[in-house]
DNA sequence: TTTTATTTTAAACACTTGTTTAATTTCACA
DNA sequence: TGTGAAATTAAACAAGTGTTTAAAATAAAA
């Protein structure tokens, strides 16, 4: 079975991924996470100092996964309706697919927990093509004049907000797995359709 | 100073509520609670049995805040465009009054902690005026069909939301409190105004 | 093989956690 | 004023926490 057995260092990654993404960094335990990768709970520490050390490496990754994405699709040469139909398509396939990063990414970076500004993540932002493209679509007088901040805001709130809002959205709507999903699917239509409708000029 | 002092039972809950509010349940320590109200360690106890059953009625009270508001603001007799531009306004002065509400309330119910299940939230959702009031409009054809939960959803999904990325948005932003009020106070104008525009008949 | 460095382990460490106990203080009321 | 219940306290408890240590097992180098 070569190949087949990781290495110990990213075995314990993996495992402390799970943990930490379900339970949070207080509500992960080393023990637990240990348990996970079937190791002895020295070797955590072994090969990353410390819990906060090896949480830290796990928040960077996850913030990148969740941030990095919208950066991507917000920079796609495409014009500009086209690339929010596909924003809305592409970053809800991702969010469903990792439904957890969400509410770790945001819950972890409310006390003071703010390590993801070593990412210079500002300016990544404003020297983004997709700001470029609003402001001359504004120009054009093709769209209503809007902050690309509250444009982002909006379309992805509209997608993530049901996701960290998931066990009330699932029973108030009577949902299982596949109903959420299709409740998601939905939106796919209705997000897009929303932001263009308030854009277009009267 | 008769009255300034309030009872002891009060004076744990108060402290409890603002540390549970802002470190949720694993992250806050009966000793913070205890040292923040000016009391023993074990007068928590005392007064409420365990450190869960004083969780559990925080946690319930605050999710009554949250959601209460919601149901209040979707149930008064108004005219739906009229309601929905109320609901954005009052909705988002609530949330700027009591930020960490949204973030408690939600990151403490992805792990089981599903007790909000108790206050019947579903049937209230169901049997409320806003439903009727909702497929009234579609029917008469004022408005494009969408089911209340999308609605509901976009809506709250958009104040709220931002809220909840306060961090990284007043970072991107670069905002500080007021820039970051005077970006919510923005959004009392775009959300409203987008809402109506999907929903118009074209 | 012998030697050296790396990896893994069991056990303990020092500290924090929620909770309880038993004694003391406070206070209403007879 | 004296009595008993309620409120408060210091201290301890048992279990859980992240971390370290020192020895053992494994792998690599000589």
Redesign the interface.
Known sequence: MAGEEQDTEAKIKRAAEQVFL???Y??AKIRQIADAAGVNIALVNYYFRSKEQLFKSIYMENFMAF?GRIVMLLNEETPLEVKIWKIVDRYTDFILDNPLIP?FV??E???GG?F??ELH??EV?KSAYFTKQLQEEISKGAIRP??P??LI??I???I???I??????S????LDDDGFRQ?ME??KK??P???M??L?PT
């Open positions: 379900e339970y949070g207080e509500g941030f509410m945001l819950s970076s409310r006390n703010t993801f500004k993540v500002r932002i809007i902050k901040l509250h805001m909006t992805i709130g509209n993530v907000f049901p960290l809002a998931r066990p009330i959205v029973y108030i709507g009577d409740f939905e939106r209705i997000v359709e929303m932001v409708a308030y277009r």
